[in-house]
């Protein structure tokens, strides 16, 4: 880890200043439409991004990105969270692309290369259905070879974004026969096709995601991403990505979208922080009360020590973190912190009991914080695996 100080130059300050511009304009109707909706994007804003060339903002200018910098990536990164610009339909779309780039055809990169990093395409996983979700290895949706298409039946469950994804990237079973995790191929289905059905879910953290049904839906072999019946190594990369694992970690631009969790708890702390020091209907201040200050003087430095592993000790320290220091704020605050944003006398416009409902899913989603404790005991420390092959 390089703790070194970083020199800004007046291009790189330019740039902050036109991505904190913009995202300023946008932040209210964001807050505003993620709050009733819970989608995990704005089209409008997230299309309004890419025309800027700051989806994938590493790309050249002729594949749809501005060529940045690393502190221009670091910049746009920092100012997406501190603005609180939900990243879950472009965290998803990201991982799959990468994929495209890396395993598809020529001819499907040029499908959805470009539109991608323009904000015309947005992807979401199609992984998980209600009987696997950390086991992978048990998807049960079948694809079904006939002549050059292929035909996909099946459920799909916690498709987060795909009520505004154009594709969702699916694992399916191709060989029925194969052991377990040998018979599974990936694909990107067109969610326009005939025979899909989309049926919301919200969650307790007020997201909103999905069941997704495939009725016997055909998809020509140009959607195949990867060889048949390997999913597993295809996976292994998309899994790596969404882990937070390998380049990805080391990366400028944090392309989990948001898996360290650490900036909804420094929102939440500030929250707290503002609230501690208004004076209350008694005429005392919480600030003037050791035990707060001590309490959030306590969470500050959480928040500072949660900020810098990357990839899975991140993941685990920020996600259960959050969980505990949310739970915790809330008790100090007292009865009105329950109250809703928008409810008179909601403290913080509601975003302490906002982020305590938020934190329970972020144990759970893109593989639990279990899980990623085992990631953490077999890549990082070389221990065993805890589970049979
Ligand atoms: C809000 C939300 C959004 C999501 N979005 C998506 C999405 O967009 N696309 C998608 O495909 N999926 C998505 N998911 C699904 C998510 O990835 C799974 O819920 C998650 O991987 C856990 O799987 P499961 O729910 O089947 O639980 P299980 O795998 O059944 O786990 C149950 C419990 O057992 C523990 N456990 C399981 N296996 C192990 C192990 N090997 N070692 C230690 N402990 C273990 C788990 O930690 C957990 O506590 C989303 C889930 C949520 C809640």
Redesign the pocket.
């Known amino acids: 880890v390089n703790f070194g100080t970083v020199t800004i130059s007046e291009a790189d300050r330019s740039f902050w200043k036109e991505v904190v511009g913009f995202l300023d304009e946008h932040a209210e109707a964001i807050a505003e439409q993620e709050w009733r909706t819970g989608d995990g994007v704005n089209p409008d804003v997230y299309k309004a991004m890419g025309d800027k060339g700051w989806l994938m903002p590493w790309l050249p200018p002729e594949e749809g990105g501005i060529a940045a910098t690393p502190i221009q990536l670091a910049i746009l990164a920092r100012e997406l969270r501190a603005h609180r610009v939900p990243q879950n339909a472009y965290s998803?779309t990201m991982q799959v692309i990468a994929m495209v780039n890396h395993f598809g055809t020529a001819a499907l990169r040029e499908e959805v290369a470009l539109p991608v990093a323009q904000g015309d395409v947005r992807i979401?996983?199609?992984?998980?259905e209600p009987d696997?979700?950390?086991?992978l290895a048990n998807v049960k949706t079948r694809a079904v070879r006939d002549g050059d298409e292929w035909v996909v039946t099946g459920q799909?469950?916690?498709?987060?974004?795909a009520q505004h994804a154009h594709y969702a990237f699916v694992l399916a079973r191709t060989d029925p026969e194969a052991a377990k995790h040998r018979g599974l191929t990936t694909f990107l289905v067109p969610l326009t096709r005939g025979g899909i059905e989309i049926r919301a879910i919200h969650?307790l953290?007020g997201?909103r995601?999905n069941m997704v049904f495939f009725d016997e839906v055909r998809i020509t072999d140009h959607y195949r991403v990867g060889a048949v019946n390997d999913a597993w190594s295809v996976m292994n990369s998309a899994l790596d990505i969404e882990h937070g694992l390998g380049e990805s970690s080391s990366a400028g631009f944090d392309v989990d979208g948001g898996l360290n969790f650490t900036g909804t708890l420094a929102l939440t702390l500030d929250a707290a922080v503002r609230w501690a020091g208004q004076p209350q209907p008694d005429g005392t201040r919480p600030l003037d009360d050791l035990h707060v200050r001590q309490t959030l003087a306590m969470i500050a430095a959480e928040v500072e020590l949660t900020r810098l592993p990357a990839g899975p000790p991140g993941r685990v320290l920020s996600s259960e973190s959050l969980i505990a220091n949310t739970a915790i704020i809330l008790e100090l605050i007292g009865p009105d912190v329950l109250l809703q944003r928008g409810e008179d006398g909601a403290v913080a416009d509601g975003w302490p009991e906002y982020a305590h409902r938020f934190a329970q899913?972020t144990a759970?989603?893109?593989?639990?914080?279990?899980?990623h404790?085992?990631i953490v005991a077999e890549k990082y420390l070389g221990m065993p695996r805890?589970?049979a092959r």
């Open positions: 998803n979401c996983l199609g992984y998980t696997c979700g950390s086991d799909k469950m916690f498709t987060t974004t969650t953290g997201e995601s899913g759970i989603y893109g593989g639990t914080t279990d899980v404790r085992s805890s589970r």
